[in-house]
């Protein structure tokens, strides 16, 4: 009975899924107030990130845990918040939460927010050679001084760094290796007036530091 059920179960999911993608939007959900989902929302200058390029930017399951159980990644505020750095304002409110059926769903919608004309597949999945790990964490947290603004993983396995920019301890769980990529090489494609210092890199240093930030994970933590 079990095994025969099973199969009818799949499909009753597979049949009513679209339905519930449907029901989902982010006006309704009140993220909008907040988030620019579109490049045309006119959020002048946004109190959260902007996620129009969201399925560009994420992996999706990250995304599914974050909107049911959200965690701090920008400890001191959004660099777009006219409040940012003020230390009054920031952590902001818990982040709204949503049950599981409507995480998924919203996850499904937030992929599907693409820009064109990125570059794909410029950093293969080859990670790091050991000592090459060891070259670029100098890259990342001496000579270009990344470390200054961003948290890395240390040694012992623990979040440590700046908190100005976005947490990147969790980096290779949350973002797509693409995304930093083009994010390293041209920042105003996605921020206007972004806060992070341009260090103008060459394809070869940008690919080295995305694989350097694509091997920090950090677990459930972040
Ligand atoms: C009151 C304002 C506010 C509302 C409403 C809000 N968010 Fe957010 N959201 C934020 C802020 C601020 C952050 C950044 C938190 C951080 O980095 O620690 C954030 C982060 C996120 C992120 C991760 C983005 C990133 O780059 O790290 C996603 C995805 C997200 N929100 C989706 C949603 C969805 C979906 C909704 C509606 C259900 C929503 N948010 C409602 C303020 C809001
Ligand atoms: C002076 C502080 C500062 C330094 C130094 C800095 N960043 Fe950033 N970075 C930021 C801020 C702030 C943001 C958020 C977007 C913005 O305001 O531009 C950001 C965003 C990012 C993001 C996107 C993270 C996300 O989740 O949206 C990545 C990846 C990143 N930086 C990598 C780097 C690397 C690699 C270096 C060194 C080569 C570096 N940053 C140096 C401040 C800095």
Redesign the pocket.
Known sequence: MRFLFTPLLCGWLLFYSPVQAESISPEKHGCSSCHRFSVEDSLELPKA?DLFYAGN?FQQPWLIKFLQAPRV?RKAGV??DPEFLNKKSAPAQPHPALPQKDALAMADYLMSLTLPDLSKDKVDTVPLTKGNKVRVKIL?ERN???I???EGINLAGQARG?I???S?AN?GN??TADW?FN??KA?EKF?AR????F?N?DDESAIK?TKY?MSLKIGDSK
């Open positions: 990130p930017k990644v660099s777009t990342f270009y001084g990344c200054a603004c961003h700046g100005s920019g976005p990147l980096a949350r973002l930093v994010w390293l920042p921020i972004g806060r992070m210092p260090f890199l530091l930030i």
